[in-house]
């Protein structure tokens, strides 16, 4: 299987290259307008205290960042639905509260820690009154009726959710394009990706149109965007973040281990503030005030897979630019051999996972369900609702039922072992410097001959123990 994987994407390459370079022509190459308020340029933590106190207007900041997704938007088409006057409104309340002196500025930064802050939120996560189909096609829009678990602790804490962004279709994909808002590009060149599943959320911070975002991870689909587009991503400790009102979900027992909601922000510092408002009150309970000094942190690396021979190295300038880290932090070179088998072991672990929400569930009143291979007849005639990676995902499950439950069984054992490999090494004050894909952004729908690296990031959602990852 391993050298069968290898060898269609080398034949990929031979029809996905010369595609993504002809429809890179139709695409021109503009430059996002500049920054005018200054009020985008101040991160969270400061733009917080700032509205505490009085010294802006939340309604101020809300308008900034409405008219720079205005600006911005028909150049990198990451908006799928926005709330901008409701968002206006709730600012001038907000506004109205505070000047009353009601609550202290201590109280207020306790209780409510975002008031008066705009929030994006990925399409998937579900917002009262907002679309939530995670790029699907169907009849009739799906609104979402209530918040999920996550926007209810974003809004119970200040914020202000200001529109939901683009996705892949069920965020099946390292690229974020659909059949219902299109393709999202890349703020620091068009012709480029902003990575997926999260990639909607990404272009908009990174073009300066958000501060906070919503995004979902199971395997890279907040930590990719991230680093394709220059902003911060995190894959927080499972369960840590209720996984509950998204799409795709699954009554799995063991979903939470894979799959979570996650922050993303511009700035490094207002990822603990993030995070802190979007945790689970009875999930595991995070220590994100505690100082920690750097002094005491023993930093290990890898700069390969294995090696595995299955995912390409890394480009020169990331192999560098890791080396570079690793040598600030002092890191120690460490040489995990079981992550050889990374791509095995999260495709096992991944799609042997049942009744997760796919094209081929029955969605609406009268519908009948999709079949695998009819859904592949009608895509490749041009007749089908959704993208590649939602049609053969049904093939990949159906595939995996073919292979002996003996060789499930082994790469399981190899995922114990690795935890118990990675627990003895890091203990309470360790740190892993590994890569999050061998190459920087690329050109739109390249991802689909370097389909293998991402198993980079899946690893660690394969692992499922308490192994935050960035």
């Not at 505490?52 to 309604?59: A, F, G, Y």
């Not at 309970?285 to 290990?300: A, E, H, Q, W």
């Given at each position: 299987?391993?050298?069968?994987?290898?060898?269609?994407?080398?034949?990929?390459?031979?029809?996905?290259?010369?595609?993504?370079?002809?429809?890179?022509?139709?695409?021109?190459?503009?430059?996002?307008?500049?920054?005018?308020?200054?009020?985008?340029?101040?991160?969270?933590?400061?733009?917080?205290?700032?509205?505490?106190?009085?010294?802006?207007?939340?309604?101020?900041?809300?308008?900034?960042?409405?008219?720079?997704?205005?600006?911005?938007?028909?150049?990198?088409?990451?908006?799928?639905?926005?709330?901008?006057?409701?968002?206006?409104?709730?600012?001038?309340?907000?506004?109205?509260?505070?000047?009353?002196?009601?609550?202290?500025?201590?109280?207020?930064?306790?209780?409510?820690?975002?008031?008066?802050?705009?929030?994006?939120?990925?399409?998937?996560?579900?917002?009262?009154?907002?679309?939530?189909?995670?790029?699907?096609?169907?009849?009739?829009?799906?609104?979402?009726?209530?918040?999920?678990?996550?926007?209810?602790?974003?809004?119970?804490?200040?914020?202000?959710?200001?529109?939901?962004?683009?996705?892949?279709?069920?965020?099946?994909?390292?690229?974020?394009?659909?059949?219902?808002?299109?393709?999202?590009?890349?703020?620091?060149?068009?012709?480029?990706?902003?990575?997926?599943?999260?990639?909607?959320?990404?272009?908009?911070?990174?073009?300066?149109?958000?501060?906070?975002?919503?995004?979902?991870?199971?395997?890279?689909?907040?930590?990719?965007?991230?680093?394709?587009?220059?902003?911060?991503?995190?894959?927080?400790?499972?369960?840590?973040?209720?996984?509950?009102?998204?799409?795709?979900?699954?009554?799995?027992?063991?979903?939470?281990?894979?799959?979570?909601?996650?922050?993303?922000?511009?700035?490094?510092?207002?990822?603990?503030?993030?995070?802190?408002?979007?945790?689970?009150?009875?999930?595991?309970?995070?220590?994100?005030?505690?100082?920690?000094?750097?002094?005491?942190?023993?930093?290990?690396?890898?700069?390969?897979?294995?090696?595995?021979?299955?995912?390409?190295?890394?480009?020169?300038?990331?192999?560098?630019?890791?080396?570079?880290?690793?040598?600030?932090?002092?890191?120690?070179?460490?040489?995990?051999?079981?992550?050889?088998?990374?791509?095995?072991?999260?495709?096992?672990?991944?799609?042997?996972?049942?009744?997760?929400?796919?094209?081929?569930?029955?969605?609406?009143?009268?519908?009948?369900?999709?079949?695998?291979?009819?859904?592949?007849?009608?895509?490749?005639?041009?007749?089908?609702?959704?993208?590649?990676?939602?049609?053969?995902?049904?093939?990949?499950?159906?595939?995996?039922?073919?292979?002996?439950?003996?060789?499930?069984?082994?790469?399981?054992?190899?995922?114990?072992?690795?935890?118990?490999?990675?627990?003895?090494?890091l203990g309470n004050d360790g740190v892993f410097l590994y890569p999050t894909f061998p190459n920087t952004a690329h050109q739109h729908y390249q991802i689909y001959h370097k389909l293998l690296e991402p198993m980079y990031m899946a690893i660690f959602n394969t692992l499922g123990c308490?192994?935050?990852?960035?």
């Amino acid at each position: 299987m391993r050298r069968f994987l290898r060898s269609a994407m080398i034949v990929f390459s031979w029809f996905v290259v010369p595609y993504s370079r002809y429809t890179n022509i139709k695409v021109i190459r503009r430059k996002l307008p500049p920054i005018r308020s200054h009020l985008l340029e101040i991160p969270a933590v400061d733009l917080a205290k700032l509205i505490r106190t009085r010294k802006i207007k939340s309604e101020e900041v809300v308008e900034a960042y409405i008219e720079r997704c205005r600006q911005v938007n028909p150049l990198i088409n990451a908006i799928v639905q926005d709330r901008f006057e409701e968002a206006l409104e709730e600012a001038r309340e907000i506004d109205n509260v505070i000047a009353m002196g009601i609550n202290s500025v201590e109280s207020m930064e306790e209780l409510t820690p975002l008031l008066g802050i705009p929030v994006t939120v990925k399409e998937s996560i579900a917002v009262k009154g907002m679309t939530n189909q995670a790029g699907r096609v169907f009849k009739t829009p799906q609104i979402a009726k209530s918040d999920a678990p996550v926007v209810e602790q974003i809004k119970r804490s200040g914020g202000i959710i200001l529109l939901v962004s683009n996705t892949p279709e069920l965020c099946l994909l390292w690229e974020t394009y659909n059949n219902v808002t299109g393709q999202t590009k890349n703020p620091y060149d068009l012709k480029r990706t902003p990575g997926g599943s999260s990639g909607g959320e990404a272009a908009l911070l990174a073009s300066g149109a958000s501060l906070l975002g919503l995004t979902s991870d199971i395997g890279g689909s907040s930590r990719l965007p991230a680093m394709f587009s220059g902003i911060w991503g995190h894959k927080p400790t499972p369960y840590a973040v209720s996984f509950k009102g998204h799409h795709p979900t699954s009554d799995f027992p063991k979903w939470g281990d894979f799959f979570t909601i996650a922050p993303m922000t511009r700035y490094a510092k207002d990822l603990p503030l993030l995070l802190k408002c979007m945790s689970d009150p009875t999930g595991p309970k995070l220590t994100l005030d505690r100082p920690i000094s750097v002094n005491g942190i023993r930093f290990f690396f890898m700069d390969n897979d294995g090696p595995s021979g299955m995912m390409r190295p890394l480009s020169r300038d990331l192999h560098a630019a890791i080396n570079r880290v690793a040598t600030d932090f002092n890191a120690k070179r460490v040489n995990i051999r079981k992550m050889k088998w990374s791509l095995d072991i999260s495709l096992s672990a991944m799609l042997t996972m049942k009744n997760i929400e796919t094209i081929y569930h029955k969605t609406e009143e009268g519908e009948q369900p999709k079949t695998v291979c009819k859904e592949t007849v009608k895509y490749f005639f041009g007749c089908s609702d959704s993208i590649l990676p939602s049609v053969i995902f049904g093939h990949l499950q159906n595939f995996m039922k073919i292979i002996p439950n003996s060789r499930h069984k082994h790469l399981a054992s190899i995922i114990e072992a690795l935890k118990t490999e990675f627990k003895e090494m890091l203990g309470n004050d360790g740190v892993f410097l590994y890569p999050t894909f061998p190459n920087t952004a690329h050109q739109h729908y390249q991802i689909y001959h370097k389909l293998l690296e991402p198993m980079y990031m899946a690893i660690f959602n394969t692992l499922g123990c308490r192994l935050p990852t960035a």
